[in-house]
């Protein structure tokens, strides 16, 4: 069995969605982190980035990912997402409840280089009842697919081991909606044995929209994290996160908590 933990799954803002790291699971193994998260904002970002104050925007969100490895060098990985979120701009209230996206991947081991791992992965994502993706009313979307490079490298500080997580992403969609590239990093830093700290960014840059039916979006998150592993295979996180800058998003903050286990 791999070390315990040794990267995580990495729950990102913005969309909700969540991907786990550049390593994949030995054969038989798996590992899940059910969380908890509460959304909330009263601000947005315009069209030209300005922030306005013309929303009141609240979400309670449950995530269950797992991840598996069904082959040597091979894994697959399915996120569910439960939603009740409510979005309220002048008199208009959009409210939605039940199933987010669900998203399934399926993540490929292209080798190593030195410290470093590679990997690709794809993934398909298919609309719940409530929210999908930004900039769409809660219940709308679309099935969309997803090709993710994935690299990562452990390395160590003294007796204390931490890693770096870089991911980059392409993000179809069927039209009229944009497509985006996606910019993920990650820093860990395991400080003793059972406690573990992370350092997030998330970047989106959607594609400029041609029509009047969507708009381009952009989004930038950052997030930071402390896990305590209390036991051999079980951890509890605890996170916020806060998007600081954007186009046609919503100006959210996010505390959240969430279980891991590991066999």
């Known amino acids: 069995m791999a070390a315990l933990f040794l990267v995580p799954c990495f729950l990102a803002g913005g969309a909700g969605s969540a991907h786990a790291g550049a390593w994949t699971r030995e054969p038989g193994s798996f590992e899940i982190i059910s969380t908890v998260s509460y ?42 997402a439960l939603q009740q979120v409510s979005v309220v701009r002048s008199s208009v209230i959009d409210e939605g409840s039940g199933l987010g996206a669900t998203e399934l991947s399926l993540k490929r081991n292209l080798g190593e280089f030195q410290d470093w791992v590679f990997a690709a992965q794809g993934s398909i994502s298919i609309p719940g009842d409530a929210e999908n993706r930004l900039d769409l009313r809660l219940g709308e979307g679309d099935l969309e697919w997803e090709v993710r490079g994935l690299a990562g490298r452990p390395f160590a500080v003294g007796n204390t081991t931490g890693f770096v997580d870089l991911q980059l992403a392409r993000q179809f969609r069927l039209q009229p909606n944009a497509e985006e590239w ?59 996160a806060k998007m600081i800058d954007g186009r046609n998003t919503i100006a959210d903050r996010t505390i959240g908590i969430g279980y891991w286990f590991d066999f």
């Open 182 to 240: 996606h910019l993920d990093m990650t820093i860990g830093y395991r400080p003793t044995a059972k406690i573990m700290t992370m350092a997030q960014i998330f970047v989106m840059r959607g594609d400029k929209v041609q029509t009047s039916f969507a708009r381009t979006l952009e989004s930038t998150k950052v997030q930071g994290s402390v896990v305590w592993f209390f036991k051999p295979h079980h951890g509890i996180q605890l996170y916020g």
């Open 39 to 80: 959304h909330s904002g009263n601000s947005e970002f315009d069209n030209s980035g300005v922030r306005n104050d013309l929303v009141n925007f609240s979400k309670l969100e449950s995530i269950f990912f797992i991840e598996y490895g069904i082959l040597k060098n091979w894994s697959a990985t399915a996120r569910l």
